[in-house]
């Protein structure tokens, strides 16, 4: 199973961008959907991400502009990205986990690129 990421690009500071990811095949009983990214030279860090229950989980630096939902019924999950600014750029990876038997597995999108200018 493979996940789908869209809707990076290059953007201007301050505008805004709608991440989306679903997986190529159903996924069933995902406990968590989430976003990480990883940055030029950097490690990958966690972004946002929200349970089954719709609790969420953000990063400090991005509390307040970014904004992840999921869609149970279609198995996808979204970032909406707003006020962006030129140090978020990264590639973003989207993640899906699920615990089978006592085993946790995560899947992982391919990453789409993020660019924000100043």
């Known amino acids: 199973v493979q996940l789908q990421a869209s809707g990076g690009g290059l953007v201007q500071a301050g505008a805004s961008l709608r991440l989306s990811c679903a997986p190529s095949t159903t996924i069933f009983s995902i406990n968590t959907m989430g976003w990480y990214r990883q940055a030029p030279g950097k490690q990958r860090e966690l972004v946002a991400t929200?349970?089954?229950?719709?609790?969420?989980n953000y990063a400090d630096s991005v509390k307040g502009r970014f904004t992840v939902s999921r869609d149970n019924a279609e198995n996808t999950v979204y970032l909406q990205m707003t006020s962006l600014k030129p140090e978020d750029t990264a590639v973003y990876y989207c993640n899906m986990r699920r615990m089978i038997r006592g085993t946790w597995y995560d899947y992982w999108g391919q990453g789409t690129l993020v660019t924000v200018s100043s």
């Open positions: 929200i349970t089954i229950g719709r609790g969420t």
